[in-house]
């Protein structure tokens, strides 16, 4: 074979070798790029609040950055005479519940009051929606409890399990 049709044929495979490898290249950083912008949903206000406690009020709420992320900032107060145990803020998405709060419930000692009589604290909650966002549920420190039934109904269950980590251990 001819010296010429020998250097043509290396430089047509090292050509396809390249081109397979740049385009191979480019996909995988274009995929990422989608990827990573179908995952994150930017919000231009807050959701609706609703509020189910009568003796919790939210005296501010507004959508802050952390980092890469987008999250609900609450400023809660205790109106009442007693102090919060536990405190529950949940957003349904997808018949999924994502939720935050705070919980004074250990295993191994009495519960810790998380917010109490006049006192004010500041509770995030990140992977928002659009969907409505509620302060669903509270326990006070007298054995009182008010709040949405759904939201009560999963703070108990996350007290008894919280109490019960410890004695499963003994």
């Given at each position: 074979?001819p010296k010429?049709?020998?250097?043509v ?8 070798i ?19 912008s179908?995952?994150?949903v930017?919000l231009s ?13 939210i ?5 802050v ?5 987008q ?5 809660l107060?205790?109106q009442?005479y007693?102090g ?6 949940e957003q349904?998405?997808?018949?999924h519940k994502?939720?935050?709060g ?7 000692k009495p519960p810790v009051?998380?917010l109490a009589?006049g006192?004010r604290?500041?509770?995030t909650?990140?992977n ?30 996350s ?7 410890g004695?499963s251990?003994k």
């Amino acid at each position: 074979m001819p010296k010429y049709v020998k250097s043509v044929i290396l430089i047509a495979v090292g050509v396809c070798i390249g081109l397979a490898l740049w385009f191979g290249f480019l996909k995988r950083v274009q995929g990422a790029a989608q990827e990573k912008s179908k995952r994150k949903v930017v919000l231009s206000k807050l959701p609706p609040i609703k509020n189910c406690l009568e003796h919790v009020k939210i005296t501010k709420a507004e959508l802050v950055m952390q980092g890469d992320a987008q999250v609900a900032s609450f400023e809660l107060e205790n109106q009442a005479y007693v102090g919060v145990l536990s405190l529950s803020i949940e957003q349904v998405v997808d018949k999924h519940k994502n939720s935050t709060g705070l919980t004074g419930f250990t295993p191994d000692k009495p519960p810790v009051v998380v917010l109490a009589p006049g006192q004010r604290t500041v509770v995030t909650m990140g992977n928002l929606s659009n969907n409505p966002i509620r302060v669903g549920a509270a326990m006070f420190s007298d054995g009182t409890e008010e709040g949405c039934n759904s939201s009560l109904k999963e703070l108990r269950e996350s007290k008894e399990s919280e109490t019960k980590k410890g004695t499963s251990q003994k």
